[in-house]
């Protein structure tokens, strides 16, 4: 029997993933007994045709029973999907692991979150925006909070306020996040924060109540990588409100190399002329930094180690918006938050999988043979 390309190619995809991927499966919980599938590897490759190519259930399942792989409906295939959600996950922290992603030293007593959110929208020029608001654990890289919203209307944009905090936690975001709402709303919940600062939503006072003049005192980290500290406040009731309501916040800030600055100015004037509209000469000066507000005391991380985890962070960051555009994550179900959760995982995994599969692309030899490492080392020629 002749394998076809399509058949070897898969082949291959299993290769990639973790060494234990069939025994997850019923460590897991998604697959006790295989029923309506051929094989392991066949519900997995019906799973991934309709969360990679975007294909509905219900084709996904017709697809399925022409080629021998699963035999069931596509309202059987959604519930197995909402099953499998949690071995997707360890799937992609398998794959995670071989990433090998260097993480500053733990902190006594803190829980490190990485919280973000993007948007998807479901397929066809009138398909609904939806707002995916996600929470990692690091290091170990689990979804601790995950919600679906509209996109659309007051109270659904980026804000730390839409996560559970606990006392303990500490919450690392973008600039999108550092609003004062959020701030107070992690505050008031007995935990901390690392954000990017955003100048424009968040005023910094001293401890006399006045502004602080913030580019004055970046002025004195001249040499790139210089890291500084500052105290200051944010009072999140406005001006005038009761100092109770002050927030202490530390401010650390490492001053970027000329190229960087010079690149993060050039992209604010591309914005500026696409935009059209006018660019402050601060935002210019403010590009030669990057400052970032957190409220976990000098006690228990430096300046530096702040920095550092907000590198991670952003390293987050960057995996997902691959997720988007590797992964197509165009459509949302909708019908409960395990099968979305499967759906955002099965999205992760077939990023890591790609992103693999760019490693191996180094070892391609010329045959068209595909060289893995745990394949046996070629042996010499006599």
């Given at each position: 029997?002749?394998?076809?390309l399509t058949?070897?190619n898969w082949?291959?995809?299993?290769k990639?993933?973790?060494?234990d991927w069939?025994?997850?499966?019923?460590?897991t919980?998604?697959?006790q007994?295989?029923?309506?599938?051929t094989?392991?590897?066949s519900?997995l490759?019906v799973l991934?045709l309709?969360i990679?190519?975007g294909?509905?259930?219900?084709t996904?399942?017709?697809?399925?029973?022409?080629?021998?792989?699963?035999s069931?409906?596509d309202?059987?295939?959604?519930?197995?999907?909402?099953?499998?959600?949690?071995?997707l996950?360890?799937l992609?922290?398998?794959?995670?692991?071989e990433?090998?992603?260097?993480l500053?030293?733990?902190v006594?007593g803190?829980?490190?979150?990485?919280?973000?959110?993007?948007?998807?929208?479901e397929?066809g020029?009138t398909g609904?925006?939806?707002?995916?608001?996600y929470?990692l654990?690091a290091?170990?890289w689990?979804?601790?909070e995950?919600?679906?919203s509209s996109?659309q209307g007051?109270g659904?944009?980026e804000s730390l306020?839409?996560?559970?905090?606990?006392?303990?936690?500490?919450l690392?975001?973008d600039r999108?996040?550092?609003h004062?709402?959020?701030?107070?709303?992690v505050?008031?919940h007995?935990?901390?924060?690392?954000?990017r600062l955003?100048?424009?939503?968040?005023?910094l006072e001293?401890?006399?109540?006045?502004a602080?003049?913030?580019?004055?005192?970046?002025?004195g980290?001249?040499?790139p990588?210089?890291?500084?500290?500052l105290g200051?406040?944010?009072?999140?009731q406005g001006?005038?409100?009761?100092?109770a309501?002050r927030v202490?916040?530390r401010l650390?800030?490492?001053?970027?190399?000329v190229e960087a600055t010079?690149?993060?100015?050039?992209k604010?004037?591309r914005?500026?002329?696409?935009?059209?509209s006018?660019l402050q000469?601060a935002?210019?000066?403010?590009?030669?930094?990057?400052?970032?507000?957190?409220t976990?005391p000098?006690?228990?991380?430096?300046?530096?180690?702040?920095?550092?985890?907000?590198?991670?962070?952003?390293?987050?960051?960057?995996?997902f918006?691959?997720?988007?555009?590797?992964g197509?994550?165009?459509h949302?179900p909708?019908?409960g938050?395990?099968?979305?959760?499967?759906w955002?995982y099965g999205?992760?995994?077939i990023a890591?999988?790609t992103?693999k599969?760019?490693?191996?692309?180094a070892?391609?030899?010329?045959?068209g043979g595909?060289w893995?490492?745990?394949?046996?080392?070629p042996q010499?020629?006599?």
């Amino acid at each position: 029997m002749t394998t076809s390309l399509t058949d070897e190619n898969w082949e291959y995809l299993l290769k990639l993933l973790p060494a234990d991927w069939e025994a997850q499966a019923r460590l897991t919980g998604a697959v006790q007994r295989l029923r309506g599938a051929t094989s392991l590897s066949s519900l997995l490759r019906v799973l991934l045709l309709h969360i990679g190519h975007g294909c509905s259930l219900r084709t996904a399942s017709v697809v399925g029973k022409a080629a021998g792989w699963v035999s069931m409906s596509d309202v059987a295939l959604h519930k197995k999907l909402a099953q499998c959600a949690p071995w997707l996950h360890q799937l992609c922290l398998g794959l995670l692991a071989e990433s090998r992603l260097a993480l500053p030293a733990p902190v006594h007593g803190l829980g490190m979150r990485l919280v973000d959110s993007t948007l998807v929208s479901e397929p066809g020029a009138t398909g609904s925006q939806y707002r995916v608001l996600y929470s990692l654990r690091a290091p170990g890289w689990q979804c601790d909070e995950f919600r679906l919203s509209s996109a659309q209307g007051a109270g659904h944009g980026e804000s730390l306020k839409h996560f559970t905090v606990r006392a303990g936690d500490c919450l690392l975001a973008d600039r999108g996040f550092s609003h004062l709402a959020g701030i107070e709303h992690v505050h008031r919940h007995g935990g901390h924060l690392i954000v990017r600062l955003n100048t424009q939503n968040a005023r910094l006072e001293d401890a006399q109540g006045g502004a602080i003049d913030l580019l004055r005192w970046l002025g004195g980290l001249t040499q790139p990588g210089a890291v500084g500290e500052l105290g200051a406040w944010v009072r999140t009731q406005g001006p005038g409100s009761d100092p109770a309501q002050r927030v202490p916040v530390r401010l650390c800030a490492v001053r970027k190399s000329v190229e960087a600055t010079e690149l993060a100015r050039r992209k604010l004037r591309r914005k500026a002329q696409t935009g059209k509209s006018a660019l402050q000469a601060a935002t210019l000066q403010y590009a030669s930094w990057v400052v970032v507000l957190s409220t976990v005391p000098a006690a228990l991380m430096s300046a530096g180690t702040v920095l550092q985890w907000y590198r991670v962070r952003w390293q987050i960051e960057l995996a997902f918006k691959r997720l988007k555009s590797l992964g197509d994550a165009g459509h949302v179900p909708k019908s409960g938050e395990r099968s979305s959760q499967a759906w955002v995982y099965g999205k992760l995994l077939i990023a890591l999988l790609t992103e693999k599969m760019q490693r191996h692309a180094a070892s391609l030899s010329p045959w068209g043979g595909r060289w893995l490492e745990q394949d046996p080392p070629p042996q010499p020629l006599a």
